[in-house]
């Protein structure tokens, strides 16, 4: 008798240390997925340590020192306001980073519940919401972007507004796609007959059991993330001057390429770096869990 009721709890694992062991293994197995999250981790260390890293203010300008091409004061060189463009870009790092974590974690927390609950759902909700989705869907990403800045203003609240905007649906659809192969299991009929509600279904049964899908969809959507935040930048809607970002670096200096050329191949190399991480982190967390996202999202 004591047999009995002890063997089940044994045979089972708490869900978020079978998610944690389960990551864990993966980016032991995955060079692709480790080079990727070095990459983006070096990103984050230095965004956090740009005041020890210069002792430039990014902002301030200094007309004597403009235009002024790489040297032992300026490794970079300065821009047309004698801005120092190293201490630009590593401050850069952290609105890119900041903003972009930002918009994908509300994307993907918002995109992953209504996608788990459509799946589990199902009926006329699912029906409605695949034909919602569909409507946002045929509108262009950056036309999407440009009506809700140009709408409501710029600034770090409106981008993160603007990317969940664009960016759930697809979210939804792919977390939908995964859903669907867990709802039908066993252990979700067990919990819908002991008479569980929709919300305890998600977080224990279904949640879980998609954290690979989920983990793959952030580091895949934060890449694309942090290109349109930095394309909006470029283009005068998203990071107002003076701030240091990436998109907008490469927006002021452009005119200039010939003379101070490091001021706009600085910031694009470190935007490349990291969309590289993040995409080498996705495709390596994807082929290590063989998660199919085309078929996920179909």
Known sequence: MTTLDTAPVAATAPAPTRAVVRVWRTLRSSRAAV???SVVTVHVLIALLAPLLTSYDPIANNADEALLGPSGAHWAGTDQYGRDVLARV?????YAL?????ATLITVALGTVIGCAAALRGGWFDDVLGRILDAVLSV??????????TALGTGPSVIVL?????FVPQVVRVVRGAALAVVPQDYVTAARARGEGTWAILRREILPNITDVVCVEF???ASWVVL???SLSFLGFGADPPTPDWGLMVAENRTAITVVPMASLAPIIALATLVIGLNLAADGLSKAWGVDRIREGS
């Open 35 to 37: 080079i990727g999250l």
């Open 90 to 94: 590593l401050y850069g790092g952290r």
């Open 98 to 102: 900041g903003v972009s974590v930002t």
């Open 140 to 149: 262009p990403a950056v036309l999407s972007l440009l009506v809700v800045v």
């Open 162 to 166: 603007a990317i969940a905007v664009v």
């Open 219 to 221: 580091a895949m959507r």
């Open 228 to 230: 349109l935040i930095s």
